[in-house]
T-cell receptor, first 116, second 108 residues
Framework: DVKVTQSSRYLVKRTGEKVFLECVQD?????MFWYRQDPGLGLRLIYF???????EKGDIPEGYSVSREKKERFSLILESASTNQTSMYLC???????????????FGPGTRLTVL | RKEVEQDPGPFNVPEGATVAFNCTYS??????FFWYRQDCRKEPKLLMS???SGNEDGRFTAQLNRASQYISLLIRDSKLSDSATYLC?????????FGTGTSLTVIP
């Protein structure tokens, strides 16, 4: 079974803090994704990566950055957290080569981030 | 216009009922299609992929209509455990797009 893990289930941070969300997958997947999920808006793609050290912006990259130094790990960074970044953050991975991202995605359990 | 649109519901149906969800997508070049299930406060999990010829997995049937750009999910003989949010997912070859989900509650 594919296992995608996220570093925290719940996180509370203050405005202006730097926040790191970690995601690890154990199935040697090429592609990794970060989404946020908000009521009425569904899942929105923040960033994705199709290879180590490669990253591409999704629909809402503003206020976020990512890092992929190793194949199994994809980190989401909030440089200066703001209250409008309070959300559920979901990491996903998929097995695909290069930039073919048509394969099924597997999700981690999510991190519910609250920014006060 | 949203890439993927779903009726949010909620759908409240009695046990044993048949229920159908539809989802429309805007990009005619979309390549792959999926239904995911998401339980309350949990992550989405793949329910089934949707193939051009339609496919069935037990009580679940998925259909794709490329001409009209919609996909559907039919659940027969609903169980209490089917209560969840069902997400329609479309892949354009560059990105996955998620619908906002349709909420289903199966009532005893």
């Amino acid at each position: 079974d594919v296992k995608v893990t996220q570093s925290s289930r719940y996180l509370v941070k203050r405005t202006g803090e730097k926040v790191f969300l970690e995601c690890v997958q154990d199935m040697d997947h090429e592609n990794m994704f970060w989404y946020r999920q908000d009521p009425g808006l569904g899942l929105r793609l923040i960033y994705f990566s199709y290879d180590v050290k490669m990253k591409e912006k999704g629909d809402i990259p503003e206020g976020y950055s990512v890092s992929r130094e190793k194949k199994e790990r994809f980190s989401l960074i909030l440089e200066s957290a703001s209250t409008n970044q309070t959300s559920m953050y979901l990491c996903a991975s998929s097995l695909a080569l290069g930039r073919d991202i048509t394969d099924t995605q597997y999700f981690g359990p999510g991190t519910r981030l609250t920014v006060l | 216009r949203k890439e993927v649109e779903q009726d949010p519901g909620p759908f409240n149906v009695p046990e044993g009922a048949t229920v159908a969800f539809n989802c429309t997508y805007s990009n005619s070049a979309s390549q792959s299609f999926f239904w995911y299930r998401q339980d309350c406060r949990k992550e989405p999990k793949l329910l089934m992929s949707v193939y051009s010829s339609g496919n069935e997995d037990g009580r679940f049937t998925a259909q794709l209509n490329r001409a009209s750009q919609y996909i559907s999910l039919l659940i027969r003989d609903s169980k209490l455990s089917d209560s969840a949010t069902y997400l329609c997912v479309v892949n354009t070859g560059n990105q996955f797009y998620f619908g906002t989900g349709t909420s289903l509650t199966v009532i005893p």
